[in-house]
């Protein structure tokens, strides 16, 4: 199966910060990657799909990229709502789904 | 609007087992898969399986081959989750997620303990 690597694991940025979040995947997986924000007590929220699709109703400042193993999820200029965790997804040769280890997102 | 309702929360004692339902609406539901993720407090996401909900296969994430079981009930919208033989690391939260490439619908999860 293929392993999905997220880091960082945790970080601490400010309001108005560019946040970088990076998924790398154990072998190429194409487009078949999405990103996720979880916050506390509640399910999953898909941000991003096809690796760089943003999700209906997603803010602009939430953008994706990357190709074949590696993969990037950016935040322009951080907000206070957006302090939470984040997850990547790959589906290529679904099923299975695999997920990554999740990076959460705190306040400076 | 499309959405998957769970079930409520339960509590079991271990080596018991635990059903979970997830009740689609707002769009066909033979339509899409559906599948099964889990996720004890303070930790990732765990894959579980997959359903189609047209055909009616399934498949399970190594982890839980003999102790799960997915079915669905087309007439009523419904799928369900069944695992066997809790044991106090099977406590989480368990989501269903609609999936057509990734997951873009969740239903909101449901809460199941396993304590004697």
């Known amino acids: 199966d293929i392993q999905m690597t997220q880091s960082p694991s945790s970080l601490s940025a400010a309001v108005g910060d560019r946040v970088t979040i990076t998924c790398r995947a154990s072998q190429g997986i194409r487009d078949a990657l999405a990103w996720y924000q979880q916050k506390p007590g509640k399910a999953p929220k898909r941000l991003i799909y096809g690796v760089s699709t943003l999700q209906s109703g997603v803010p602009s400042r939430f953008s994706g990229s990357g190709s074949g193993t590696e993969f990037t999820l950016t935040i322009s200029s951080l907000q206070p709502e957006d302090f939470a965790t984040y997850y990547c997804l790959q589906h290529n040769n679904y099923p299975p789904l695999t997920f990554g280890g999740g990076t959460k997102v705190e306040i400076k | 609007q499309v959405q998957l309702v769970q079930s409520g929360a339960e509590v079991r004692m271990p080596g018991a087992s635990v059903k979970v339902s997830c009740k689609a609406s707002?769009?066909?539901?033979?339509?899409?898969?559906i599948n099964w993720v889990r996720q004890a407090t303070g930790q990732g996401l765990e894959w579980m399986g997959w359903?189609?909900?047209?055909?009616?296969?399934?498949g399970y994430a190594q982890k839980f081959q003999g102790r799960i079981t997915m079915t669905r009930n087309t007439s009523i919208s419904t799928a369900y989750m069944e695992l066997y033989s809790l044991r106090s690391e099977d406590t989480a939260m368990y989501y269903c997620a609609r999936v057509w490439g990734s997951a873009d619908v969740w239903g909101q999860g449901t809460s199941v303990t396993v304590s004697s």
């Open positions: 707002g769009y066909t539901f033979t339509s899409y898969d």
């Open positions: 359903m189609n909900t047209n055909s009616g296969n399934r």
